[in-house]
């Protein structure tokens, strides 16, 4: 058996936990979680993004606002995350409403970022169609040239977003798949505890 859950009555304290695990042990962008996002008429996308910050108020992602995520959620605020980390047999659900972070946060975190992810930032009409690599490239080319010699701002293009949870889901893998599936769904006065069948 793997080892087993230590239950508290707040998820972050767990989240927190086991984000602190994965760290240490995950061998590749432990910080990595798949966003699930839906448009206006239901229809679902995910993808990979990273985990940039989080607190008792939410989960932090960056990205360009015209990309397909960004669409989406300026058409439906909602989201689900995922957390699967793979060499801990563990895996972590989120849900939750999504709201933008702030100018000052998305400037904090744009300049903290390596310089060529700025251009990048810049040169990208994220989620797109592209015409060819060479074009992309050119684009680079531009920005690195603009920008040469001086800091580069943040596009007002490019921002952030929080998701809140009201759920989570904390699930331990087990032989046999008899798995541990712990949920924590928030109520009026805090988050309610219970359990799932593997």
């Given at each position: 058996?793997?080892?087993?859950?230590?239950?508290?009555?707040d998820?972050?304290?767990?989240?927190?936990?086991w984000f602190?695990?994965?760290?240490?042990k995950?061998?590749s962008?432990?910080?990595?979680?798949?966003l699930?996002t839906?448009?206006?008429?239901?229809?679902?996308?995910?993808?990979?993004?990273?985990?940039k910050?989080?607190?008792?108020d939410?989960f932090?992602f960056?990205?360009n606002?015209?990309?397909?995520?960004?669409r989406?959620?300026?058409?439906?605020?909602q989201?689900?995350?995922?957390?699967h980390?793979?060499?801990?047999h563990r895996?972590?659900?989120i849900?939750?409403?999504v709201?933008?972070?702030?100018?000052?946060?998305?400037?904090?975190?744009?300049?903290?970022r390596p310089?060529?992810?700025?251009i990048?930032?810049?040169?990208?009409?994220?989620?797109?169609e592209?015409?060819s690599?060479?074009?992309?490239?050119?684009?680079?080319?531009?920005?690195e040239?603009?920008?040469?010699?001086?800091?580069?701002p943040?596009?007002?293009f490019?921002?952030?977003?929080r998701v809140?949870?009201?759920?989570?889901?904390?699930?331990?893998?087990?032989v046999?798949r008899?798995h541990?599936?712990?949920?924590f769904?928030?109520?009026?006065?805090?988050w309610?505890?219970?359990?799932?069948?593997?």
């Amino acid at each position: 058996m793997m080892e087993a859950f230590k239950l508290a009555d707040d998820p972050f304290e767990i989240f927190a936990e086991w984000f602190a695990a994965a760290v240490e042990k995950e061998p590749s962008d432990p910080n990595a979680m798949t966003l699930a996002t839906a448009d206006s008429s239901g229809r679902p996308a995910a993808r990979t993004v990273l985990l940039k910050a989080w607190d008792q108020d939410g989960f932090v992602f960056y990205g360009n606002l015209g990309s397909r995520k960004g669409r989406h959620l300026a058409e439906n605020a909602q989201a689900a995350l995922l957390f699967h980390w793979k060499s801990l047999h563990r895996q972590i659900r989120i849900e939750g409403a999504v709201s933008p972070v702030t100018d000052a946060q998305a400037d904090e975190y744009f300049a903290s970022r390596p310089r060529g992810s700025q251009i990048g930032a810049w040169a990208s009409d994220q989620s797109r169609e592209l015409a060819s690599r060479g074009l992309f490239d050119e684009k680079v080319a531009e920005a690195e040239t603009r920008f040469s010699g001086g800091e580069i701002p943040r596009p007002d293009f490019w921002s952030g977003w929080r998701v809140t949870p009201d759920y989570f889901e904390f699930w331990q893998g087990q032989v046999f798949r008899l798995h541990d599936r712990l949920t924590f769904t928030k109520t009026a006065t805090g988050w309610a505890l219970g359990r799932l069948y593997p």
